[in-house]
């Protein structure tokens, strides 16, 4: 009785809502909240449906099998504020796909195969809170990757194959809390590179090749809490890099990579250590790759050590000059009694000469 009551009421619902559309939520897709929500996670289409509804508000397509977004393809789903797009094989992003989507707060792209940003990539995401790019072929970032992304809080890089970022790459997010580019290519970074970066708290550098960091690249960073640098391909750093870090407290790490242990290197960290805004909170797992000698050992094991060389040096060469210094002394102090002893000689020899 029950059923025959709610038959004709159900259908009644269905012929309302779903205008031409009703396939979708049929079609391997659970649909919510009077299809505010749509999940189409794993229904194996291979192409963005072009019947998702327009009030849409989260939609998530994650684990099928797309393989490019075309322009045109969000078209009527301005309402979106969540997009799920992970763990598809996406590779191209046509100019502007994203721009109909400016209610956007959160888009996942994670685990595709896009390789680089065009310049429209971004386009019309002015309110986008969060930008997941984890685990793409990403190989470079210019200044034209991300312009749009004004409202930014979180972008995730991870595990890319970023060797290159061009300065002013993230261009005007001055609001960026969160940037991860670990496990990328990086072996350099430029001064300018996060240059507007003001309200950045977590920079994570992890799993990179960085050996060589120019001495204000972290400058710009006046909130940084978090600087993650371990596991990369640092022998040495300087202390003007840290130092210039102007914020209240910065955490940095620094462990698993290739410390050459020699005195500089025991001054620095020296210095830097006694700076008490900055927090080396893994200066004690800090292992020596060079010399061959301390190869293993921690920093920490050796670096009484590491001065001693110079400071036997240091003693020598002290030494060596004072012991000339005083033979120079001395040596002028004998010439110049030896001289006023001749002229004594002279000027008696004069007198008796005058005398007789
Ligand atoms: C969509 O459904 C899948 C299971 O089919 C689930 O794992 C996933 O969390 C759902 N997505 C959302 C946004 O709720
Ligand atoms: C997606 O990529 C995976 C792994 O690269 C591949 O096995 C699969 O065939 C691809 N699917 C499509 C539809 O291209
Ligand atoms: C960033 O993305 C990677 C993979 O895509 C994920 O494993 C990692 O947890 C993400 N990081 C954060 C902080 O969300
Ligand atoms: C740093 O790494 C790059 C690329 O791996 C290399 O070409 C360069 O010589 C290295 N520089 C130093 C100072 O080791
Ligand atoms: C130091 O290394 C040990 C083991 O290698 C690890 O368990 C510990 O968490 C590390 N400490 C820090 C502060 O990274």
């Not at 970066?197 to 809490?225: C, D, H, M, W, Y």
């Not at 700076?275 to 292992?287: E, K, V």
């Not at 000339?324 to 008796?352: L, P, S």
Request: proline share 3%.
């Amino acid at each position: 009785m029950l059923y025959f009551w709610f038959l004709p009421l159900l259908t009644v619902v269905h012929s309302k809502s779903l205008p031409s559309s009703g396939s979708l939520c049929e079609k391997g897709c659970d649909c919510q909240g009077e299809f505010k929500f749509v999940n189409c996670s794993n229904a194996l289409f291979s192409h963005i449906p072009s019947n998702v509804f327009p009030f849409t508000e989260h939609l998530d397509l994650s684990q099928n099998q797309l393989t490019d977004l075309p322009t045109g393809a969000f078209r009527a789903l301005r309402r979106l504020r969540v997009l799920l797009l992970n763990d598809n094989n996406i590779s191209a992003v046509a100019t502007g796909t994203f721009s109909p989507l400016e209610s956007l707060l959160r888009l996942d792209l994670s685990r595709n195969h896009i390789s680089y940003l065009r310049e429209g990539f971004s386009m019309g995401l002015g309110s986008l809170k969060e930008l997941l790019l984890g685990e793409n072929r990403l190989r470079s970032l210019d200044h034209g990757s991300f312009l749009h992304l004004d409202s930014l809080l979180r972008l995730n890089l991870s595990g890319n194959a970023i060797g290159i970022i061009k300065v002013r790459a993230f261009g005007h997010m001055t609001l960026l809390r969160q940037l991860h580019l670990e496990d990328n290519k990086l072996s350099s970074l430029g001064n300018g590179v996060f240059s507007m970066l003001k309200s950045l708290e977590v920079l994570n550098l992890q799993g990179n090749r960085i050996n060589s960091t120019e001495v204000g690249v972290f400058t710009p960073l006046t909130s940084l809490a978090l600087l993650n640098l371990a596991h990369n391909h640092l022998s040495t750093i300087r202390f003007k890099t840290f130092l210039s870090i102007h914020t209240y407290s910065t955490h940095i790490l620094l462990a698993d990579n290739p410390w050459s242990c020699d005195c500089d290197l025991q001054r620095v960290f020296r210095k830097l250590r006694s700076i008490q805004r900055l927090f080396l909170d893994d200066y004690y797992n800090l292992s020596c790759r060079e010399p061959p000698e301390l190869q293993g050992y921690r920093l920490t094991e050796v670096d009484a050590e590491l001065c001693i060389a110079e400071t036997v040096t240091v003693l020598i060469i002290t030494v060596t000059v004072l012991i000339t210094v005083v033979a120079a002394i001395v040596m002028a102090e004998k010439t110049r009694k030896k001289r006023t002893g001749k002229q004594w000689c002279e000027d008696t020899n004069v007198a008796y000469q005058y005398q007789s």
